[in-house]
C-alpha cells in the first residue's frame, strides 16, 4: 500500500474520530454472542503459526499484534495474506521474557522514561512504574505502534493493551482512550462486552477444554469475550520464561494448551447446538454494533 494512501485514510479517520467515543451497541436479545480474541501475536514464530491455525481452523475472532516484538513482521505478512481476520494492536510497554526482550519500535533515546539502561522495555510493571513513565512519552510510542501497523498495510479493527502496567493509572488509561478516538478504533473490552464469564487464563492445561465446554453450556444471553494466547508446543516455546513472580510456569503448556481447546470438536459442537454467534470487533463495527457520539 502506498505511504501517501495510508496516511491520507489514517488522516481522515483521526480528524473524524477526535469528535467521537465509542460506546456499546444495542445486542441481540436472547442470543449468547461470543467474541475470542488472542493476544501477543508477533511474539513468537510458533505463535505465529498457532493463530493462523486457531483462526483458519478453530473458534478464533480477533488477534492483537506486539508491534515491537521479534516476530511482528511475519505475523503482519499472515495478516496481509488473511484478510479475513480482525486484527487489533496489542498496545505493548513490557517485554516480560527471561533472555527475549524487545524495545521500543521508537528509538530507546526518544521515550528513556519507558526502557531500562540497556534500552529494553521493562518485564514487569512495578519496574515501569519505577523508572517514572512519562505521558507525553508513552503516547508517542503507543502512537508509533499503531502507526508501525498501519504502515504494514494492515486493516485494524481495534485496540488492547499488554499485561496491566497500561491500567495502573488513569493517565495512562486516557493515553489509551485518546489514541481510540484519534484512530477511530474500539477498546477491546470496554464495549459491553462480560470479561470475567469466560476467564480460563490460569485454568491449569489439562481442564482448558473441558472448563471452556462448561462455560459454553452454561452461558446465558448476552456478548462475552474470551481471552486466549495461542501457542504451540516447540522448542521455542518451551524456552520462554515469564519474570513475573506471579507469572505461569511452562507457559507454552497453557498457550498449546487454549489451541488444542479453541480448535476442539467438543467446543465447536457446542458452539452449534446452541446457537451461539461468533463475532469479531469488525463484525461488531460493520453491523452498526460499535456506536460513536
Known amino acids: ?33 461470543l467474541i475470542v480474541r488472542g493476544d501477543d501475536m508477533g511474539m513468537t514464530q510458533a505463535g505465529n503459526e498457532a493463530f493462523e491455525l486457531a483462526f483458519n481452523q478453530g ?23 488473511n484478510l479475513q481476520w480482525s486484527i487489533g494492536v496489542h498496545l505493548c510497554v513490557n517485554a516480560e521474557w527471561k533472555d527475549y526482550r524487545w524495545r521500543p519500535v521508537l528509538p530507546f533515546n526518544l521515550v528513556p522514561s519507558l526502557v531500562d539502561d540497556d534500552g529494553y522495555f521493562f518485564p514487569t510493571a ?10 507525553e512519552e508513552l503516547e508517542k510510542e503507543l502512537r508509533a505502534q499503531i502507526d508501525r501497523a498501519l ?31 484519534e484512530y477511530g478504533l474500539p477498546i477491546s473490552g470496554e464495549c459491553g462486552e462480560d470479561r470475567e464469564f469466560f476467564n480460563i487464563y490460569d485454568v491449569v492445561p489439562e481442564q ?3 472448563v471452556l465446554i462448561e462455560r459454553l453450556q452454561t452461558a446465558k444471553p448476552g456478548l462475552y469475550l474470551l481471552v486466549v ?12 520464561v515469564d519474570l513475573n513472580p506471579d507469572g505461569l510456569k511452562n507457559v507454552y503448556r497453557y498457550r498449546s494448551a ?16 446452541r446457537n451461539i454467534k461468533l463475532l469479531s470487533y469488525r463484525d461488531l463495527r460493520e453491523q452498526g454494533r460499535i456506536k460513536f457520539n
Open 59 to 81: 473458534i478464533l475472532t480477533c488477534g492483537g499484534l506486539i508491534v515491537p516484538s521479534p516476530w511482528f513482521e511475519e505475523a503482519a505478512r499472515r495478516c496481509r495474506e
Open 151 to 181: 504502515f504494514r498495510g494492515l486493516r485494524l479493527d481495534y485496540l488492547d493493551t499488554h499485561m496491566d502496567s497500561l491500567e495502573t493509572r488513569e493517565e495512562f488509561r486516557a493515553v489509551v482512550r485518546k489514541l481510540a478516538r
Open 229 to 240: 494466547h495461542p501457542g504451540l508446543d516447540t522448542p521455542e516455546e518451551r524456552a520462554i
Open 1 to 33: 500500500m502506498k505511504p501517501i494512501k495510508i496516511f491520507c485514510s489514517v488522516l481522515g479517520a483521526a480528524l473524524l474520530a477526535i469528535f467521537l467515543i465509542a460506546i456499546p451497541g444495542q445486542r441481540q436479545e436472547g442470543v449468547v454472542e
Open 126 to 135: 512495578a519496574a515501569f512504574l519505577a523508572r517514572g513513565p512519562k505521558v
Open 208 to 210: 482448558k477444554e473441558k
Open 258 to 273: 487454549e489451541v488444542r481447546a479453541i480448535t476442539s470438536p467438543k467446543v465447536k459442537k457446542v458452539i452449534t447446538r
